[in-house]
């Protein structure tokens, strides 16, 4: 499991002002979808599975490689909360995000 794969739901979060106003939708889902393969999206939900068993890591840590410069205006408690409304939009959204489609005939 790699960390790093949370800089991909982390990043939107410097373009925010509250994290409460995020609303992850089916457009998002659709967006991860044409953006990620697969098994990118799953290496994303092991990570988000991971952070759920470790609220107190310094999730801000990880975008210390990430090519943005800033520091997030949030306390490592609202990125947990939002990493973890993210965790279950990806797994309410499972049948696009994080397993195999079957065709539709």
Do not use: C
């Not at 999730?59 to 965790?87: C, H, Q, T, W």
């Amino acid at each position: 499991m790699e960390k790093t794969y949370l800089q991909i739901p982390i990043f939107p979060l410097y373009d925010v002002v509250s994290i409460i106003s995020i609303k992850l939708t089916d457009d998002d889902a659709e967006f991860l979808k044409s953006g990620y393969t697969l098994a990118e999206r799953k290496h994303i939900h092991e990570a988000l599975v991971w952070a759920k068993d470790n609220p107190d890591f310094e999730f801000e840590s990880i975008m210390d490689r990430a090519p943005i410069v800033g520091k997030l205006p949030f306390s490592n408690e609202e990125i947990y909360a939002y990493l973890m409304r993210f965790k279950t939009f990806m797994e309410e959204s499972k049948s696009l995000l994080i397993e195999e489609s079957s065709p539709k005939y």
